[in-house]
């Protein structure tokens, strides 16, 4: 039986599984005047603003299901997720209809209806991360919201790929994890490391089966300290390695970390949806290519 609320609202995920409709979201957000992905009860997140639009649209409350939760003031150029909907709303008009509903920070980029067995956190292969160092000492208005400004020292991008490049394989990464997870174990499986200069930019990409709370700040923080020359590539890989979490000491700004992209088995959009203007306005430049077993 269906069930009804105080309100008289009746809940989707009471309803027959064969009454459900599956829709997958691909999503971006400036995360700037964001608390960050996951509903909370004291601040504005991307989960709430979406899901409040979804209810406009049912009549109901709904939940969210996002292949990762990415913290305050943290962007995504292609987050994915999947809610549950009744009713003759076919899957690919959904982009169209929420964005008509949404603040002008967060965007759907596609909707498509999926099977009930396609989930998009637990059905995701890999997540890749971009993050933006801006180097030059002048100050630039139109990239501060999207990079860490960091000219106190040059940068060595070749010393930092250095560092980067024995990460690839299984890790236990504890050394790059803040307090509070909840996850049960800190093993990663790093598939890509990149770490290449754009002009004023390094441009620093790792794509993994799945990261830590913090993973990817903490891991820049510590690799800035390399290009630096504060710290050298052998205590690097030691203090990963011992799982030495003691001594990293910093975690990059929020700012310059972005969701660039997540990676399924069948997915059921094309390609091209990944294809945002993120690198070409920040970046001034055509983003690298990728094949297409990226996608697959």
């Known amino acids: 039986m269906n069930r009804t609320t105080s309100e008289g609202i009746r809940e989707t995920q009471d309803l027959p599984l064969s009454d459900l409709k599956r829709i997958a979201l691909v999503i971006q957000y400036q995360g700037t005047h964001f608390n960050g992905w996951q509903r909370q009860p004291n601040g504005r997140t991307v989960q709430e603003e979406i899901e409040t639009a979804i209810a406009t649209v049912l009549n109901h409350p709904v939940t969210l299901h996002g292949a990762g939760r990415t913290d305050a003031g943290v962007h995504a150029a292609a987050q994915v997720a999947h809610f549950e909907a009744t009713g003759p709303i076919p899957g690919y008009r959904w982009a169209t209809i929420l964005n008509h509903r949404l603040p002008s920070d967060v965007l759907i980029r596609a909707s498509a209806q999926v099977d009930q067995g396609w989930h998009a956190r637990f059905s995701a292969l890999w997540r890749r991360y971009r993050y933006l160092v801006y180097t030059d000492s002048r ?6 919201p999207w990079s860490w400004h960091y000219y106190h020292a040059p940068l060595d991008e070749n010393l930092m790929q250095a560092a980067l490049n024995p990460l690839l394989g299984r890790h236990h990464l504890s050394a790059f994890q803040r307090a509070g997870t909840r996850r049960p174990h800190a093993w990663v499986e790093v598939q890509e490391v990149s770490c290449q200069r754009q002009g004023p930019f390094i441009r620093i990409e790792v794509q993994a089966s799945g990261f830590l709370y913090g993973m990817m700040r903490l891991l820049v923080g510590l690799l800035v300290e390399v290009g630096s020359l504060g710290r050298s590539l052998e205590n690097f890989t030691e203090i ?13 700004p929020a700012q310059g970390l972005c969701l660039l992209r997540v990676g399924y088995p069948d997915f059921p959009f094309e390609p091209d949806v990944w294809f945002d203007t993120y690198p070409e306005l920040v970046l001034g430049s055509t983003p690298a290519s990728f094949s297409r077993t990226h996608f697959s």
């Open 240 to 252: 990963w390695v011992q799982e030495r979490r003691d001594l990293v000491k910093y975690s990059a």
């Open 139 to 144: 100050p630039n208005l139109f990239v501060r």
